[in-house]
């Protein structure tokens, strides 16, 4: 159904642009020449001496290579144990992968929620990253029952030749992480430049954390709604990093999670973030911020135009080109992660409309990458018995609203 807020023309531009997108995939080859493939596989789990790869993030360097970064878990799928950060590198749009490389090892230990971003002014690529004991699980540590330097860090690394090589971790943990927090996680996916507006040059991380309970609560058992959301940020290219907003509200009727971020073309920033598990109605939660992802222009409130998204991490992007929408991708079956699909807003963020699903397999995290002004690229888990299977990436026509906006009579 459609929501009766929304006016006439939007929704037809909408349609006309699902039926325009939908043709042009239709018509694409699966193998084509390089930079003109549909899709490739970069990452399938039991290669390169790794069970599993999660949590795909991707960004396209100042000289159009495209970086993918994953958690290579060892172990297993699960979150916690023995987790490396890798890279692989695609020189052809996304067509051919080079061959993996370790990031930042966990050497027994986690480390992952990868959040990379391409600096607008030099060209550098700029990694955070969390990472924690490897016997220390998410519950565990948002219980509190982790000792000294076995709960969450947050680690930066630098790459000034393309992502060939990176620094070693640094950890900025004491700047961006308060006393009272737990669990703490960037990203997941690509993390934000600021091109735009008074900010612009601003490195924004969104990310989410968990606050311990207060003193003499009786909230055992419910950590869960003490979580919240919150963005880091560097104004000097990644050298010193700031705490941003802090989303503190802990009611449990939105427990702000994993978060992704765009900037809109008026310049505000869209933040849509994953409901864990809280009371109100729906599974994705969204704000913006008017100040560069100081403060938030108001809390956390649920998308309910997302309601078919299950519980798990999305991605946002606003492509750089005249007239394109909004962009979100996650799972489009409300009680399972299945069925990814593309979502699109022509009203910054306040609806969306489902433009494409790209089939029907079982799917869970994704990260959206612009591939020049004619195509998006999504990068996602995906497989046919469990979601976790591979990271595929996919080439996919972006949808243009203005044209179709015009063509419309108000």
């Avoid at 864990?276 to 100081?294: F, V």
Wanted: aromatic share 6%.
């Amino acid at each position: 159904m459609i929501p009766r807020s929304r006016t006439l023309p939007t929704v037809l531009a909408l349609l006309t642009a699902l039926t325009a997108l939908t043709a042009l995939t239709a018509g694409q080859p699966a193998h084509a020449a390089p930079g003109d493939c549909e899709s490739s596989v970069p990452y399938a789990s039991g290669q390169d001496g790794y069970a599993v790869y999660r949590i795909p993030a991707v960004v396209e360097t100042r000289t159009g290579t495209l970086l993918a970064f994953a958690e290579g878990r060892r172990g297993g799928v699960g979150d916690s144990g023995d987790i490396d950060v890798v890279l692989r590198r695609s020189a052809d749009g996304g067509c051919t992968w080079g061959p993996l490389t370790v990031v930042a090892a966990g050497h027994g230990d986690t480390r992952g929620n990868p959040a990379p971003v391409v600096d607008p002014r030099t060209g550098t690529i700029i990694l955070v990253t969390c990472g924690n004991s490897g016997s220390a699980t998410e519950a565990r540590i948002m219980r509190g029952e982790v000792g000294p330097g076995q709960g969450r860090r947050v680690y930066v690394q630098r790459s000034a030749d393309d992502g060939r090589h990176f620094t070693d971790p640094r950890d900025i943990t004491d700047t961006v992480k308060r006393p009272d927090w737990r669990w703490y996680a960037t990203g997941p996916g690509h993390a934000l430049a600021l091109t735009r507006g008074p900010h612009a040059g601003r490195l924004l991380i969104p990310a989410n954390h968990s606050a311990a309970p207060p003193a003499g609560s009786s909230d055992t058992g419910q950590e869960a709604r003490y979580y919240g959301g919150h963005a880091l940020y560097s104004d000097d290219t990644g050298h010193t990093w700031h705490l941003g907003f802090v989303d503190a509200v802990y009611d449990g009727v939105t427990n702000a999670n994993e978060t992704s971020a765009a900037q809109l073309p008026d310049g505000r920033v869209y933040l849509g973030a994953r409901d864990q598990n809280g009371t109100a109605p729906g599974n994705r939660l969204d704000s913006h911020s008017s100040d560069g992802g100081r403060t938030l222009d108001r809390p956390y409130a649920v998308q309910h135009s997302l309601d078919a998204v299950p519980v798990v991490q999305g991605s946002v992007l606003q492509p750089d080109a005249p007239g394109a929408p909004l962009l979100f991708s996650a799972p489009s079956v409300p009680t399972a992660r299945r069925a990814l699909a593309l979502w699109a807003s022509a009203d910054a963020g306040r609806t969306f409309v489902r433009l494409l699903t790209l089939g029907d397999l079982r799917a869970a995290y994704s990260d959206l990458v612009p591939l020049g002004s004619r195509h998006v690229g999504v990068l996602y888990e995906t497989g046919i018995d469990s979601p976790y299977e591979s990271l595929q990436f996919r080439r996919i026509p972006l949808p243009s609203m203005s044209q179709e906006r015009a063509a419309v009579p108000s």
